[in-house]
């Protein structure tokens, strides 16, 4: 009888509608929607019912699970497979970049340490050498180009980045490299549906919005710089885009406090967003814990108290037909800071990882030159070389969290490990602790 070794990296969730499975293989990935109510892998619910399945399956469906890396006749090399884990997070042919137009914001958010007014635009020098720096590394076998507009609030100076964006597409596209642009923006000039026109078509077509909850609550914490209310602007600005067929994907980001976590708010929270977006796929829920980021936070929710209420934040989401951010493909749960290939442009050219702390000076990691080359300092490498904990060798979180969950934590000597908000009630199948015949 073939001895069948499990993948120790290899996880099943249900993504929300259990009819489908999808299946983790890090550091690759396969999915497999899995419908019919009699296959074997249906009813499993850990990795000793799944070698226990084998016998019962089809040879089709064992050299699919072969293929896949996620069962084998040899053992899986553990040690080998976790550097493979944390260089992934370095893939030379991914170069992510968050380019910051401006630091001014028309939002006055409580939780927000940035200092807004006054502040610099990013001169047209700083976008030159942002394209030298893109075709250098397209000559240095780049294959796919992200861009993140961030602020502030990058929708203040469209008339800036927007040229730039379009000529940045346009090379990727003539090397033959992948190119996708996204804009974290609090959403409010997208209310006119103009500017959502002209943004998607410059090529930012990937948004990230929050919507703090019902009118109320969202007017208290996402007010506009002179205290006025915002959500009928958000709210539009979400219709807007649910109504373009060019827009690709929008997180609708919500900061829970003790206020928003309460059933009653949740409920109509995710009422309106059904409202809003009619259930469309393109739209991600991200339910985030409001962290004060230097800001004047008056209810911050603990974490510990965060984690346990998020598997009931997953549940409702899911009964309301939406979909929650994804955080269970590799790397999803590792932040970009952690990557080497991933920087922030500061509006002077400076260069940083985490763009929660831009005034930190351990964030500070280093130069864009007008050639487009980088001088990094001796900070760069704090963010990109995570210590791993003891436990994390056998954590079956491994291939999400990379231990690049949050470097800033890291750094800061509080290690951050998103395992308790990992909720396991959704896995289907868990890891495997050794052969089994
Ligand atoms: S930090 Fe937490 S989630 Fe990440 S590998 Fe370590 S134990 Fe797992
Ligand atoms: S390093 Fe931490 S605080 Fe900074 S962006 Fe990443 S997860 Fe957020």
Redesign the pocket.
């Known amino acids: 009888m073939t001895q069948w070794f499990v993948n120790p990296f290899f996880v099943g969730y249900f993504d929300g509608d259990t009819s489908v499975i999808s299946l983790t293989s890090a550091p690759d990935t396969a999915t497999f929607s899995i419908y019919e109510p009699e296959h074997p892998l249906r009813g499993v619910t850990d990795t000793l019912g799944l070698l226990q399945s084998i016998p019962r399956m089809g040879q089709d469906d064992v050299e699919l699970l072969k293929e896949s890396g996620i069962i084998s006749e040899m053992p899986f090399d553990r040690e080998r497979m976790v550097k493979d884990q944390l260089a992934a997070n370095h893939d030379p042919e991914w170069l992510r970049l968050t380019i910051i137009p401006t630091l001014n914001c028309n939002f006055s958010c409580p939780y927000c340490g940035q200092r807004h007014c006054g502040q610099p635009a990013m001169g047209s020098s700083v976008y030159e050498s942002v394209s030298r720096l893109i075709s250098r590394k397209i000559g240095q076998g780049v294959r796919n180009v992200h861009i993140m507009l961030f602020g502030g609030e990058p929708l203040l100076l469209t008339r800036h980045w927007m040229p730039w964006l379009r000529q940045w597409r346009r090379h990727c596209a003539e090397a033959g490299v992948l190119f996708a642009a996204k804009a974290t923006t609090n959403g409010y000039l997208l209310r006119d549906a103009s500017v959502v026109d002209q943004v998607l078509d410059s090529g930012c077509t990937e948004f990230q919005i929050t919507l703090d909850g019902v009118e109320a609550q969202h007017n208290l914490t996402r007010p506009s710089r002179r205290g006025g209310a915002t959500h009928g602007a958000v709210v539009a600005a979400l219709r807007n885009l649910a109504l373009h067929p060019g827009m690709t994907s929008c997180t609708i980001r919500i900061n829970h406090n003790r206020t928003t976590v309460t059933p009653f708010a949740v409920n109509a929270f995710l009422r309106d967003v059904v409202d809003i977006t009619g259930k469309d796929d393109r739209f991600w829920i991200h339910h985030h814990r409001a962290a004060d980021l230097g800001g004047t936070l008056s209810e911050e929710l603990p974490y510990d108290e965060f984690a346990a209420i998020m598997p009931s934040l997953r549940r409702l989401t899911h009964d309301y037909g939406l979909k929650l951010m994804r955080d269970f493909y590799p790397g999803d749960r590792s932040c970009s800071a952690s990557s080497r290939n991933s920087l922030v442009v500061m509006p002077d050219g400076g260069l940083a990882k985490c763009t929660a702390v831009l005034n930190d000076p351990r964030n500070h990691v280093g130069h864009l030159r007008e050639d487009g080359e980088i001088e990094f300092n001796s900070e760069f490498e704090k963010w990109v070389n995570p210590t791993?904990?003891g436990?994390?060798e056998s954590?079956v979180?491994?291939p999400q969290?990379r231990?690049g969950?949050c470097p800033l934590a890291s750094i800061s000597s509080k290690p951050n490990?998103?395992?308790k908000l990992l909720d396991f009630s959704y896995l289907a199948l868990k890891e495997c602790t050794g052969p089994h015949k």
């Open positions: 791993l904990a436990h994390c954590c979180h491994l969290c231990g969950s490990c998103p395992a």
